[in-house]
């Protein structure tokens, strides 16, 4: 039988330099998260409804500075057609879109996809009592319409579900 040497003295002191830099590459993907740098890319594909053109492209254009794509729709039919031909993680729906269309599209894209998350804007107070989370159970949000550009583009990454 061989003997197995023994182990150099200075073994020891590598396996701590090892166990410091995972501790500190944990430690700055933390950071990075807190900041807001990027830990992992996560892919956002996002449908915004907004029957105001020039404010979906200002909420689009901050969502796809953060990596989103996004589709744009300013009605029915076009977020019927763009849930058809695409999955959705999150959906920015305005509730005072004609007809109720918000409401529908969110119907839909529930039963297409239940992960599928909404978040609703608006100007009204009309469902400020919270019973537009019982109607909608894939809504996650609720935010007035003056809410910064950046507030929702923040709020539509917190909300984008990590998908396996």
């Known amino acids: 039988m061989s003997k197995q040497p023994a182990p150099a003295a200075h073994a020891a002191p590598q396996r701590q330099s090892a166990d410091l830099y995972r501790f500190f590459t944990i430690m700055n993907a933390y950071w990075q998260g807190r900041t807001g740098s990027p830990v992992r890319e996560i892919r956002m594909n996002v449908l915004i409804l907004e029957h105001n053109a020039e404010l979906a ?3 689009s254009r901050h969502l796809e500075r953060r990596g989103a794509a ?3 729709a300013t009605g029915l039919d076009a977020a019927v057609a763009a849930l058809e031909d695409s999955r959705f993680d999150i959906l ?4 005072e879109c004609a007809d109720g269309a918000a409401l529908t599209v969110s119907d839909l894209a529930a039963y297409r ?6 978040i609703f804007v608006t100007a009204s107070r ?3 009592d919270g019973s537009l989370f019982s109607i909608c159970p894939n809504a996650c ?3 007035p319409s003056g809410t910064p550009a950046k507030d929702i583009a923040d709020m539509v990454e917190h909300y984008t ?3 396996a």
């Not at 920015?92 to 509730?95: A, F, G, T, V, Y």
């Not at 996809?113 to 909404?118: I, L, Y």
């Open 92 to 95: 920015l729906l305005d509730i």
């Open 126 to 128: 009309f469902f400020s």
């Open 57 to 59: 492209r200002l909420w």
């Open 141 to 143: 949000a609720y935010l």
């Open 70 to 72: 996004v589709t744009c």
């Open 161 to 163: 579900p990590i998908r």
């Open 113 to 118: 996809d239940p992960k599928a998350r909404v």
